[in-house]
């Protein structure tokens, strides 16, 4: 069975560009959920996908948004980027319901310049 | 908010048992969960607990739950190099669902 799959696995923009980030989950997981990851604040949840609905959302301004496709896979997108933008940006699926037990991609490592 | 503490960094000898430590604030967690994360990677589930358990064992890996006290530990029996890695402790409510509150990683360091 394939893992979780994160596309692109490195770029580099500029500040005031936008980005989007690709994730396609585990066959027949249903929840999608993304970090980011920095050095200065660690692992900090970004939002959930559930079915295409959010279901959580983290504590982010809201040039951070996703979406969830019919077939599970999911979009992360940030607009306006800025410096402190630059991190691992993780995504995770859940076969179903409420267990935390995520599966980890290799995570997006995007650069801000 | 909720908040989870770990040391930063531990280092063992390869052989010895290593004992990684957390402490969360939430009193409300239901689950609580070990995660591995090796350079370059994402991060891999070690193990997790219910709350309403004390202990629990898993191969090479024991995790010693005390609600009362909020602390959390992990250890790994006969640590190998291997094993050097970011062990990240996180943790949940029923609310919160798969929205997990990590502690900021442990960096297990095992010397041959």
């Known amino acids: 069975k394939a893992g979780v799959t994160q596309t692109p696995r490195y770029l580099i923009k500029t500040r005031g560009q936008q980005v989007t980030l690709s994730c396609s989950p585990i066959s027949g997981h249903r929840s999608v959920s993304w970090y980011q990851q920095t050095p200065g604040q660690g692992l900090q949840f970004l939002f959930e996908?559930?079915?295409?609905?959010?279901?959580n959302k983290g504590n982010f301004p809201g040039r951070f948004s996703g979406r969830q496709f019919s077939n599970s896979r999911s979009e992360m997108n940030v607009s306006t980027l800025e410096l402190g933008d630059s991190a691992l940006y993780l995504c995770a699926s859940s076969q179903q319901g409420y267990t935390g037990e995520l599966f980890f991609g290799e995570g997006s490592r995007l650069t801000v310049l | 908010g909720e908040d989870v503490e770990q040391s930063l960094f531990l280092s063992v000898r390869e052989g010895d048992s290593s004992v990684i430590n957390c402490t969360y604030t939430d009193s409300s967690s239901t689950y609580l969960y070990w995660y591995k994360q090796e350079p370059g990677a994402g991060l891999q589930l070690l193990t997790y607990i219910f709350s309403n358990m004390d202990m629990k064992q898993d191969q090479r890996l024991t995790v010693l739950l005390n609600k009362k006290d909020k602390h959390l530990s992990l250890r790994i029996a006969d640590t190998q190099t291997g094993d050097s890695a970011i062990y990240f402790c996180a943790e949940s409510n029923d609310n919160a669902g798969n929205m997990l509150t990590f502690g900021g990683g442990t960096r297990l360091m095992v010397k041959p």
């Open positions: 996908y559930f079915s295409e609905t959010q279901r």
